[in-house]
Nanobody
Framework: QVQLAESGGGLVQVGGSLKLSCTASASGRAFSISNMAWYRQPPGKEREWVASAPSGRRQMYADSVKGRFTISRDNARNTVYLQMNSLEPEDTANYYC?????????YGQGTQVTVSS
């Protein structure tokens, strides 16, 4: 079992910025990661994909966040980040990371982002 620990959510005003992080660990066991991604679920809506950072490939973004969000990875720390700029009320959601590893796919618990107008 791979555990994911997310942090960085909070309350921010329109136009503000937040940086989320998600670290994968497995109680000292070695594992490989093929992809780390962020999803979000706005209140009362379906889950939606936000961005992906596949190993050795270009990052990908949903059209709704392109140009405002940046996904990056620190492979030495098994950590993925999501830098969110120019936040809008529509970005309010529970954000969680999904990691594809040699032991399977794992989902984090999520971190809440609230953008106030």
């Amino acid at each position: 079992q791979v555990q994911l620990a997310e942090s960085g959510g909070g309350l921010v005003q329109v136009g503000g910025s937040l940086k989320l992080s998600c670290t994968a660990s497995a109680s000292g066991r070695a594992f490989s990661i093929s992809n780390m991604a962020w999803y979000r679920q706005p209140p009362g809506k379906e889950r939606e994909w936000v961005a992906s950072a596949p190993s050795g490939r270009r990052q990908m973004y949903a059209d709704s966040v392109k140009g405002r969000f940046t996904i990056s990875r620190d492979n030495a720390r098994n950590t993925v980040y999501l830098q969110m700029n120019s936040l809008e009320p529509e970005d309010t959601a529970n954000y969680y990371c999904v990691t594809s590893t040699s032991e399977g796919d794992f989902y984090g618990q999520g971190t809440q982002v609230t953008v106030s107008s």
